[in-house]
């Protein structure tokens, strides 16, 4: 027997409850209860694009959290293990987030301890050191890679000096000292530019001891940041020859419009069909019908200072040309006829599917919700993005393509390995 297929239903995109606190940062409540564990997200406003020289802000984040003014690296991680909780670190361009989870048996426990690491870190050349050691032995691995080599240069070429260009390199690791990063997170890691998030099973009890620890965050000045993007030679074709490789890396990309424009979210649902999921244009040619690739993606990214366009993939070095003919083939043609009822029936199909399966859980809630925050988009933006899936046609995606998606001969492409 078939199964029954249900449309999608009406969605509302379930936001949290707002918390006010004495020092004014916000915290937001995803509750869902009978988990027995809970997780704490302490955002803060400050990422790479802050940092005076690279790897600060990673660094600071990692060493921070391994020791405290009162103990030592070695009693916090017996700690953490004793209560059965963990922390995790993410750094991204413009944000850094600190998040903890607990059992709620002992979250009482591991709630000021992790405040403690945040709100007094040691700072101890100790654990810099050993942060250096890994940091720069892994990296000289990853250099070798071809896929990292055409990010590095597809970066530069398309940002320049400005922070979102700059790839960190081995000789970055010794320059960074305890002085520069504990200077970093005291300017950075403050209250006015926090955000606290909280989601799992929570009471009332957790949500004052949370209020109450955010209390020590300390407070601080804000700067308006700026980096002027200048990229006079983006576009065109590099190649980085290397030797002896089998495949070569693809990096294909322009400049666009950014989420805050009303086009934004036609293009992402016309990047979704171009090569946006499996049965994209890309894949059905460039991987099934052509056999160059066993992968290729795009993706719109949006960055306050830029948005743009990012198409990757790897193949076989002799076919890297014909390759690039077939994303210039594609790209040409969802610009010049619209694409048919059928496959835009699948494709909306996929994207509901994938939208329905964001939001299953209440971390994964809290998850999309630091999203809008870390990218300062309307907290309506899933719902305008569902109505724009359910009533995009044709002709609007062909409209969208001509204005502005950009042309393949505008592209930057980076190719690392080569191109016979």
């Given at each position: 027997?078939r199964p029954t297929?249900k449309?999608f239903?009406?969605?509302?995109f379930?936001?949290?409850?707002?918390?006010?606190t004495?020092?004014?940062?916000?915290?937001?409540?995803y509750e869902?209860?009978?988990l027995?564990?809970?997780?704490?997200?302490i955002i803060?406003s400050?990422?790479?694009?802050q940092?005076?020289?690279?790897l600060e802000?990673e660094?600071?984040?990692?060493?921070m959290?391994?020791?405290?003014?009162?103990?030592s690296s070695?009693?916090?991680?017996?700690?953490?293990?004793f209560?059965?909780?963990?922390?995790?670190?993410?750094v991204?361009?413009?944000?850094?987030?600190?998040?903890?989870y607990?059992?709620?048996?002992?979250?009482?426990?591991?709630l000021?301890?992790f405040?403690e690491?945040i709100t007094?870190p040691r700072f101890?050349?100790?654990?810099?050191?050993?942060?250096?050691?890994?940091g720069?032995?892994s990296?000289?691995?990853a250099?070798?890679k071809v896929?990292?080599?055409?990010?590095?240069?597809?970066k530069e070429?398309?940002?320049?000096?400005h922070p979102?260009?700059v790839?960190?390199?081995?000789?970055d690791?010794?320059?960074l000292?305890t002085n520069s990063?504990?200077?970093?997170?005291?300017?950075f890691?403050?209250?006015?530019?926090?955000?606290?998030?909280?989601?799992?099973?929570?009471?009332d009890?957790?949500?004052?001891?949370?209020?109450q620890n955010?209390?020590?965050i300390p407070?601080?000045k804000?700067l308006?940041?700026?980096?002027?993007?200048?990229?006079?030679?983006?576009?065109g074709?590099?190649?980085?020859?290397?030797?002896?490789?089998m495949?070569s890396s693809v990096?294909?990309?322009?400049?666009?419009?950014?989420?805050?424009?009303?086009n934004?979210l036609?293009?992402?649902?016309?990047n979704t069909?171009?090569?946006g999921y499996?049965?994209s244009r890309?894949?059905k040619?460039i991987r099934?019908?052509k056999?160059?690739?066993y992968?290729?993606n795009s993706?719109l990214?949006?960055l306050?200072d830029?948005a743009y366009?990012?198409?990757s993939?790897?193949?076989?070095?002799?076919?890297?040309?014909?390759?690039l003919l077939?994303?210039?083939n594609e790209?040409?043609?969802?610009?010049?006829?619209p694409?048919s009822e059928n496959?835009?029936?699948?494709?909306?199909?996929y994207?509901?599917g994938d939208?329905a399966r964001?939001?299953?859980?209440?971390?994964?809630?809290?998850d999309?919700?630091i999203?809008?925050l870390?990218?300062n988009?309307?907290f309506?933006?899933?719902?305008k993005?569902?109505?724009?899936?359910k009533s995009?046609t044709?002709?609007i995606?062909?409209t969208t393509a001509?204005n502005?998606?950009?042309c393949?001969d505008d592209?930057?492409i980076v190719?690392?390995g080569g191109?016979?």
């Amino acid at each position: 027997m078939r199964p029954t297929v249900k449309e999608f239903e009406d969605f509302k995109f379930k936001l949290p409850c707002l918390v006010s606190t004495k020092q004014g940062i916000p915290l937001y409540i995803y509750e869902s209860k009978g988990l027995n564990v809970c997780r704490v997200d302490i955002i803060f406003s400050a990422g790479t694009y802050q940092q005076s020289m690279p790897l600060e802000t990673e660094a600071a984040a990692e060493v921070m959290t391994e020791a405290s003014e009162k103990r030592s690296s070695a009693t916090v991680s017996e700690l953490f293990d004793f209560y059965g909780g963990f922390i995790q670190k993410g750094v991204s361009t413009h944000y850094t987030i600190f998040t903890l989870y607990a059992p709620n048996r002992t979250f009482p426990k591991l709630l000021p301890l992790f405040f403690e690491l945040i709100t007094s870190p040691r700072f101890s050349k100790r654990d810099l050191d050993r942060f250096k050691q890994r940091g720069s032995e892994s990296l000289k691995v990853a250099q070798k890679k071809v896929e990292n080599i055409s990010y590095r240069i597809f970066k530069e070429r398309m940002f320049g000096s400005h922070p979102y260009g700059v790839t960190p390199c081995v000789e970055d690791y010794s320059k960074l000292n305890t002085n520069s990063i504990r200077s970093y997170a005291k300017e950075f890691f403050v209250a006015e530019r926090c955000s606290v998030v909280m989601s799992g099973d929570v009471s009332d009890n957790m949500i004052e001891l949370l209020s109450q620890n955010i209390l020590r965050i300390p407070s601080g000045k804000v700067l308006n940041e700026h980096h002027q993007i200048t990229t006079p030679q983006m576009k065109g074709v590099e190649v980085k020859e290397i030797a002896n490789v089998m495949q070569s890396s693809v990096r294909i990309g322009a400049f666009t419009i950014n989420r805050q424009d009303e086009n934004y979210l036609n293009l992402y649902i016309l990047n979704t069909a171009l090569g946006g999921y499996f049965g994209s244009r890309f894949n059905k040619t460039i991987r099934e019908e052509k056999g160059y690739t066993y992968g290729i993606n795009s993706w719109l990214i949006g960055l306050p200072d830029a948005a743009y366009l990012s198409i990757s993939t790897h193949t076989a070095v002799n076919f890297t040309k014909p390759l690039l003919l077939e994303v210039k083939n594609e790209i040409e043609k969802i610009k010049s006829s619209p694409i048919s009822e059928n496959e835009l029936h699948q494709l909306r199909g996929y994207m509901l599917g994938d939208f329905a399966r964001m939001f299953d859980t209440c971390f994964s809630l809290a998850d999309n919700f630091i999203a809008l925050l870390t990218n300062n988009i309307g907290f309506d933006y899933f719902d305008k993005r569902i109505e724009a899936i359910k009533s995009i046609t044709p002709e609007i995606l062909l409209t969208t393509a001509q204005n502005f998606l950009p042309c393949y001969d505008d592209m930057c492409i980076v190719v690392a390995g080569g191109m016979k």
